[in-house]
């Protein structure tokens, strides 16, 4: 549906099949949509009188209809083009679920009717399977559960995951990791979980058939990595030493592949749905919006938190959804058939169809939203010139925001009640201000709530003020978007209008939300900020413990048979390669490292320059240096466990990731003190043995090598306190769980906000 704006609209309306209409009205639409013109009907008598009605109006030239009522009991129906409503329902019903009608589009509409009516018995009976497939394993689990904590027991003091059991005590689907290069197919995967319970351990891609089926062959498939030529290795890789890190990778895998049966071999994280739904009466249902979602689309760290976060709200209780577009044919997703609504866009004024695709995985709904203007833009999410990405996140969000009306989920659609979206960086920010403009202001949809997310306030969709006309707003709506700039001047700022339109404002850790509210980290922005201090919160980002599992990539590591080194500590670094993550710091620092007994090894994509730096870095010292160019996720896993120490130079930091996974791995981090990286590195402290990697005050090479030199004299020197850092980082509780429960606070916070 779309916003009719302040046009008229001719209303003419048939009794029951009457040739000519008993009311031939002109009328302001107010804004009308066709739930209003079902309103506006009723409360005027226009309408089934006793039989079933059609009311015609006709908007910016096109004619359309909708049936306001047919009433199934007097068997009346209503006439004239198009098709019959027989038994479709009671008063308004056909409107509000499906919109507005061309006539010429009523037979498809019933037609589609009766796919949904399919579907969603299909549904029940895959309700029904899944009903069984819980009570089997909780029967399984409860057999497994003597042997389990035997095994556990006996690991206590090196155990990876502070979580106390491995048990599957649900249902639940297993989630699928992307192997880059290719889209991810669950879909086989996902039937094949559905009918048989016990191979939820096989439904991942390469990495966990990898960890299965502990077979050289598996090598064969890997195309990232040359590892048949031993003279011109492509990737450095340390020797294993025998510390924790590795002992428990190698002990746990073992135990897995000897004394515990591999189908039985659960997710740690699913250890909580053994409890009731721990939101309790704070139940809600959650709308995630985001440009991008892991394992289907990922550019950096938005993805990553797009994929796990909303599992994690899942299980505390709460009905899920995320909504990103459709950028590939991804197998798993099915078109969910009547799920498709017009969007008209002042982009060459022109009708815009979108359909919905919908998966239900690991207990939440992802839905795909479809156009062309998506098509094939995985690796270009971002890009395009300015009017392109404009379009394409207006579509995006205008979509977006009908969601809850359009994808019957599990048979029922989310609807409005109780209902809150959480919007994601600048690309989703315009969900809020449609909410508001197209429902909450004209008395509709009045409990759904918006929750904007900041991830990197550096971008944040501005352009001329002109650029606000595509948006189809009221022009009331303008000084939102209009933000003043010392040297621009006026402009238009989406992420402005965005916060100021959210319920609540979340960003991805506490030092972040600091510096957002100084003029040097609020990027002009910093004003709104402190405007709205009251409903701005940190929230620190977690992990997704299933996706990195520092077991399944130690094992690759070593399955992989590698060219190792013994005792030379391996350095890594993985990013955007941009002004943000600091990459330049390494370079300057380059001369003092190379001149070390360390091997440097370096992922990442973006700016072209650097991108040319890392591969003359390795070019021009290949004894110790790799430079990796590109986007590998399978490659960012690898040096994640098979480095020592991970570099983080980054001039701002909202939360950063890899720092937690690395610490995850026992890889220790050696940041510059910023944002995320200040919350989450505890610098360590050689009198206590505390902490847990090395921090610098200041985005410097000096300062970076200074810390550098720290870190690497206690590795070589202090193997105890190295030891001891490494464990104390992967002890740590860094789920996603701890997060989720502040997001629920800010999201019932939002709820009860009126
Ligand atoms: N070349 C490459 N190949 C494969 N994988 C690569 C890669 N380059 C990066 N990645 C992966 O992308 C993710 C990047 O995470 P970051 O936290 O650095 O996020 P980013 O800066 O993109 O996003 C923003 O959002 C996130 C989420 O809130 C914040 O943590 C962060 O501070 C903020 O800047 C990690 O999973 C990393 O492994």
């Not at 359009?406 to 201000?433: E, K, M, Q, R, S």
């Not at 403009?437 to 002109?466: C, F, T």
């Not at 220790?668 to 902490?691: C, I, N, S, Y």
């Amino acid at each position: 549906m779309t916003s009719f704006g302040s046009q008229t609209f001719l209303l003419e309306a048939w009794n029951g099949g009457g040739n000519s209409p008993v009311v031939h009205q002109s009328k302001p639409s107010c804004g009308s949509r066709p739930p209003v013109v079902a309103a506006y009907c009723r409360e005027n008598g226009i309408g089934p009188g006793g039989g079933g009605c059609r009311v015609r109006f006709r908007m910016r030239g096109r004619r359309s209809e909708v049936l306001v009522g047919v009433e199934k009991a007097t068997g009346l129906r209503a006439t004239g083009k198009g098709s019959s409503f027989e038994g479709e329902g009671g008063i308004g019903d056909d409107i509000v679920a499906g919109g507005y009608v061309d006539v010429d589009s009523a037979q498809a509409t019933v037609n589609k009717r009766k796919k949904v009516l399919a579907m969603q018995q299909d549904l029940i009976q895959q309700i029904v399977e899944r009903r069984k497939q819980i009570s089997y394993l909780e029967s399984r689990a409860a057999e497994a559960d003597q042997d389990i904590n035997y095994y556990l027991k006996d690991r206590r003091n090196i155990s990876f995951n502070p979580s106390p059991s491995h048990l599957v005590t649900n249902g639940k689907y297993n989630v699928c990791t992307v192997s880059e290069g290719s889209v991810p197919s669950t879909e086989s995967k996902m039937s094949e979980s559905r009918n048989s319970p016990m191979k939820t351990g096989e439904s991942d891609d390469s990495l966990q058939s990898e960890r299965l089926s502990p077979n050289p062959l598996g090598l064969a498939k890997d195309t990232d990595l040359d590892t048949t030529n031993p003279v011109e290795p492509i990737f450095l890789v340390k020797e294993p030493e025998r510390s924790v890190k590795d002992e428990n990778a190698e002990n746990q895998t073992e135990a897995k592949f000897d004394s515990v049966d591999p189908e039985a071999d659960t997710d740690p994280e699913e250890e909580n749905m053994d409890d009731p739904p721990l939101a309790g009466v704070n139940v809600m249902n959650v709308i995630v919006v985001a440009a991008e979602c892991a394992p289907w689309s990922k550019t950096g760290g938005l993805g990553d938190v797009a994929g796990a976060l909303p599992k994690a709200l899942a299980r505390r209780g709460h009905r899920v959804m995320v909504v990103v577009p459709r950028y590939g044919n991804y197998a798993e997703p099915k078109d969910t058939g009547t799920c498709f609504i017009q969007l008209l866009s002042y982009f060459g004024v022109q009708d815009m169809e979108v359909s919905y695709f919908h998966s239900y995985i690991d207990g939440v709904d992802f839905v795909f939203v479809d156009h062309p203007v998506f098509q094939h833009q995985e690796n270009n999410i971002y890009g395009g010139n300015r009017p392109d990405i404009l379009k394409r996140m207006i579509l995006f969000c205008k979509a977006a925001v009908e969601v809850p009306w359009h994808v019957p989920c599990g048979g029922v659609c989310y609807g409005d009640g109780n209902l809150a979206f959480i919007a994601n960086d600048w690309h989703t920010a315009l969900l809020p201000v449609y909410l508001k403009a197209y429902y909450r202001d004209k008395g509709l949809m009045k409990y759904a709530r918006s929750v904007l997310v900041i991830h990197n306030i550096a971008h944040q969709g501005r352009g001329p003020v002109e650029d606000f006309f595509h948006l189809d707003l009221p022009e009331k709506y303008m000084d939102l978007f209009t933000l003043y700039d010392p040297i621009g001047g006026d402009h238009f700022n989406i992420f402005a209008a965005g916060l100021k339109t959210a319920d609540r404002v979340v960003t991805v850790s506490h030092g972040y939300a600091w510096e957002l509210k100084t003029s040097q980290g609020g990027w002009g922005l910093h004003g709104i900020i402190n405007d709205s201090d009251w409903k701005f919160r940190g929230i620190v980002n977690g992990i997704d413990i299933k996706d990195w599992n520092p077991e399944l990539d130690a094992a690759l590591q070593k399955e992989l048979g590698l060219p190792v080194r013994r005792n030379v500590p391996v350095i890594g670094f993985i990013g955007r390669l941009d002004h943000q993550k600091g990459v330049d710091l390494i370079a300057e620092a380059m001369p003092w490292m190379v001149a070390q007994d360390v091997q440097l090894v370096m992922l990442g994509t973006g700016r072209p320059d650097l991108e040319e730096m890392l591969r003359k870095f390795e070019r021009e010292n290949h004894d110790k240096v790799r430079g990796w160019v590109g986007f590998s996720v399978k490659m960012a896993h690898r040096i994640t466990a098979g480095a020592d120490i991970l570099l983080m130079p980054s001039r701002f930091e909202p939360c950063g990731l890899n720092q937690l996974y690395a610490m995850k791995y026992g890889t220790v981090p050696v940041v510059h003190a910023v944002g995320g990286l200040r919350d989450t590195v505890v610098p360590f402290d050689p009198f206590k043995e505390t902490g847990y990697g090395w921090t610098f005050e200041r985005a410097e090479s000096g300062m970076l090598v200074h810390a550098l030199g720290n870190c690497l004299n206690t590795y070589w020197n202090h193997k105890k306190s190295w030891e001891g850092l490494r464990t104390r980082g992967m002890t740590q509780d860094l789920s996603w769980d701890n997060a989720a429960k502040h997001y629920e606070e800010v999201l019932v916070a939002a709820k009860y906000q009126w």
